[in-house]
T-cell receptor
Framework: EPEVTQTPSHQVTQMGQEVILRCVPISNHLYFYWYRQILGQKVEFLVSFYNNEISEKSEIFDDQFSVERPDGSNFTLKIRSTKLEDSAMYFC????????????FGSGTRLTVV | DAKTTQPNSMESNEEEPVHLPCNHSTISGTDYIHWYRQLPSQGPEYVIHGLTSNVNNRMASLAIAEDRKSSTLILHRATLRDAAVYYCGDQINFGNEKLTFGTGTRLTIIP
């Protein structure tokens, strides 16, 4: 069964550093998403991406965050200057066009900011 | 933002049906209702979704209230592998833009 692949599985970074989280969505999917989950809390929407642009973003997704699909296969989330409160699991997801399909999530990247 | 609420936890005996409730207090007429489950150290896994009619698939059934303010995920015969956190959510029905999850229900299966 096709999978969404995320790398790295775990990243530790110092506060103020930039991090890039990488995702390879399922190849025939057209919509891409990032979610985050702070330890012990629910899964929160960050951003959706379609046709090479952001289609929706949450209040969490401020100017420190950006997304990119640089080469037609990878989908990245960049945090420019990490804060302690950015420590969380970050999940990438993708879906086909239309509302007849669910989302497929990756296994996540655990980001620890120290 | 969409507001969906769920009980924090539920328990069920193995091989018995499980009914997991969700309240969709701010759902609009065109939003889809989704259910996902999350096992420890994994990403959410799609279970089922629907708009107005009840839905069935190989994993579960989804019952949607007539006013759409509530839904129920039905696991017909729970197994130990069904122990997980179950999230309901509302998806805006314009271009798959945003799926917002509820607070999640931790389901424990008793052998």
């Amino acid at each position: 069964e096709p999978e969404v692949t995320q790398t790295p599985s775990h990243q530790v970074t110092q506060m103020g550093q930039e991090v890039i989280l990488r995702c390879v969505p399922i190849s025939n999917h057209l919509y891409f998403y990032w979610y985050r989950q702070i330890l012990g809390q629910k899964v929160e929407f960050l951003v959706s991406f379609y046709n090479n642009e952001i289609s929706e973003k949450s209040e969490i997704f401020d100017d420190q965050f950006s997304v990119e699909r640089p080469d037609g296969s990878n989908f990245t989330l960049k945090i420019r200057s990490t804060k302690l409160e950015d420590s969380a699991m970050y999940f990438c997801a993708s879906s086909r066009a239309g509302v007849d399909y669910g989302y497929t999530f990756g296994s996540g990247t655990r980001l620890t900011v120290v | 933002d969409a507001k969906t609420t769920q009980p924090n936890s539920m328990e069920s005996n193995e091989e018995e049906p499980v009914h997991l409730p969700c309240n969709h207090s701010t759902i609009s007429g065109t939003d889809y209702i989704h259910w996902y489950r999350q096992l420890p150290s994994q990403g959410p896994e799609y279970v089922i979704h629907g708009l107005t009619s009840n839905v069935n698939n190989r994993m579960a059934s989804l019952a949607i209230a007539e006013d759409r303010k509530s839904s129920t995920l039905i696991l017909h015969r729970a197994t130990l592998r069904d122990a997980a956190v179950y999230y309901c959510g509302d998806q805006i029905n314009f271009g798959n833009e945003k799926l917002t999850f509820g607070t999640g229900t931790r389901l424990t299966i008793i052998p």
